[in-house]
C-alpha cells in the first residue's frame, strides 16, 4: 500500500490549511456570536457561513468529497483523507467546503441511484449549497442498530406513495434551508429480510410532515443544523421519487453508510490533532507546583500516548480508504468497521486529556474542546455503535476459521 500524497492532493493539502488558517478559525466566534443574536436559533444562518461558502467556491474548494469528476473534485477515498481531516479541525469548517455531513451521504446517493429528474430537482441545488438535506431512518420505537427493524410504512396507492411512521435523531432538519429528507421505511414486509426496505425523497413542506421537536446532544441543540423528530403522517409523495427500486434501501444504505462512517473518521482525526496541538500550546503557559505543565511527567505521557493513538488511527483509515478505493466498500467492510470503533474513541480519549490540561475553562464554552466531545461521543452510536461493528469484525474474523 502506497499511502504517499500526489502532487494533486499536497496542493489541495497546502490550499484547503491556508483557508482555514486565513479564514474558518478565525471566523469560529464570529459565527457562534451571529448565532446567538437571531431571534431564535432556528430561524436564519449566521451570515458568516454564506461568506465563507463563497469563498470557498471561489478557490475551487468545492465539493470534494464527491469521487465523481463531473459533480466533484475527482478524489478517490484515499486522496480525500487528509483534506477531509484538515476541515474536521472546526466545527464549521466541512460546511465551508459543502462537504458536510449528512448532505455528503446524501449526495452521494442522488449522484449514484437518483434518476435524472431526481439529480435535477435536489441533487443539482445540493451541490451548489443552495438547499441542504436530512437523513431519516433512525426510529424511537425500535431498536434501528438493526436498520431491518424499522417499521416506517411506504405503501403504493395508484401514482403515489404513502407513508407513515416517526423517525428522528433526522440531522439536519431544523435548518431552514433543508428542503429534503431521504426517509427509509418498509414497502413490503413479506419479502426476504433485506428486501423490505425502500428510500424514498421527501420534500419537507409536504403535507402530514411535521418536526416535532429538536433534540439536544449532551444540552447542545446543534443550531441551526439540529436533530429531528419527525411525524411522516399520511405523507403522500409520486411514484417517481422512489430512490433506485422497491426493496433496494437496504442496499442503498450499505452504500451510503460506508463513505459516511470513514468521513467522520477522516474529521475526528483532525479534531483530535488540533485538541493535541491545544494541550502543547497550553502546557507551555501554565505553572503547577512550582514548574510548567510541560515538565510535569504525567502530561509528558499524555502527549506521548494522543501521538501514537493518532497515528494508529490516521493508517488504519488510510488503508480502510485504500481498500474502499482498490477492491471496493464491500470487501474494505471488516476495515470501515474497525475505524468506526477505533477514531471516535481514539479522538475521545485525546479530548478528555486536553480537558483536563484546561481544567475548568476545559469544560465551559470558552474552548471548544467540550463541544468537540460530546460530538465525538456521539459517533460511538451514530452510523452504527461500536457493538454492532465489532460484532461484524468479529464474525468476519471468524469465518476464516470455520
Given at each position: 500500500m502506497d499511502f504517499s500524497y500526489s502532487e494533486k492532493v499536497l496542493d489541495l493539502k497546502k490550499k484547503v490549511n491556508t483557508f482555514m488558517e486565513e479564514h474558518v478559525y478565525p471566523n469560529e466566534k464570529v459565527y457562534q456570536d451571529q448565532l446567538n443574536q437571531q431571534k431564535t436559533r432556528w430561524s436564519d444562518i449566521p451570515p458568516i457561513m454564506e461568506e465563507l461558502k463563497k469563498k470557498a467556491k471561489?478557490?475551487?474548494?468545492?465539493?470534494?468529497?464527491?469521487p465523481e469528476s463531473e459533480y466533484g473534485a475527482g478524489l478517490t477515498n484515499l486522496e480525500y483523507a487528509p483534506v477531509c481531516e484538515i476541515m474536521g479541525r472546526s466545527v464549521i469548517g466541512p460546511e465551508a467546503f459543502n462537504c458536510s455531513a449528512p448532505d455528503t451521504g446524501n449526495m452521494e446517493v442522488l449522484a449514484r441511484y437518483g434518476s435524472e429528474k431526481q439529480k435535477k430537482e435536489w441533487l443539482e441545488p445540493l451541490l451548489a449549497g443552495e438547499i441542504r438535506s436530512c437523513f431519516s431512518m433512525t426510529e424511537p420505537d425500535v431498536a434501528s442498530?438493526?436498520?431491518t427493524n424499522i417499521s416506517t410504512s411506504i405503501v403504493r396507492d395508484g401514482d403515489e406513495y404513502v407513508i407513515n411512521g416517526t423517525k428522528w435523531w433526522s440531522s439536519g432538519?431544523?435548518?431552514?434551508?433543508?428542503?429534503?429528507?431521504?426517509?427509509m421505511g418498509?414497502?413490503?414486509?413479506?419479502?426476504?429480510?433485506?428486501?423490505?426496505q425502500s428510500m424514498i425523497l421527501v420534500p419537507l413542506d409536504t403535507p402530514g410532515v411535521k418536526i416535532k421537536r429538536m433534540l439536544p446532544v449532551f444540552g447542545y441543540d446543534d443550531a441551526p443544523h439540529g436533530h429531528a423528530e419527525i411525524e411522516y403522517n399520511n405523507v403522500r409523495v409520486p411514484v417517481e421519487n422512489m430512490l433506485w427500486d422497491e426493496g433496494k434501501g437496504f442496499a442503498i444504505a450499505q452504500g451510503r453508510l460506508g463513505?459516511?462512517?470513514?468521513?467522520?473518521?477522516?474529521?475526528?482525526i483532525g479534531l483530535a490533532e488540533r485538541a493535541l496541538e491545544d494541550i502543547c500550546k497550553r502546557i507551555q503557559v501554565r505553572k503547577a507546583f512550582g514548574k510548567k505543565l510541560s515538565e510535569h511527567e504525567v502530561i509528558q505521557e499524555w502527549i506521548a500516548d494522543s501521538r501514537i493513538e493518532i497515528e494508529q488511527a490516521r493508517l488504519l483509515t488510510l488503508k480502510a480508504a485504500y481498500m474502499m478505493d482498490t477492491v471496493g466498500n464491500k470487501v474494505a467492510k471488516k476495515e470501515i468497521a474497525m475505524i468506526k470503533v477505533v477514531a471516535p474513541n481514539m479522538a475521545l480519549k485525546v479530548l478528555d486529556r486536553a480537558i483536563q490540561v484546561f481544567g475548568a475553562a476545559g469544560v465551559s464554552d470558552d474552548f471548544t474542546l467540550a463541544y468537540h466531545w460530546a460530538n465525538a461521543r456521539t459517533l460511538r452510536i451514530a452510523d452504527g455503535p461500536d457493538e454492532v461493528h465489532r460484532r461484524q469484525i468479529a464474525r468476519l474474523e471468524m469465518k476464516n476459521y470455520q
Open positions: 471561489k478557490a475551487g474548494l468545492w465539493n470534494l468529497f464527491l442498530s438493526d436498520a432538519a431544523g435548518d431552514p434551508r433543508c428542503k429534503i429528507a431521504i426517509v418498509k414497502t413490503d414486509t413479506s419479502a426476504p429480510r433485506h428486501e423490505q463513505p459516511g462512517r470513514i468521513h467522520h473518521c477522516m474529521r475526528l
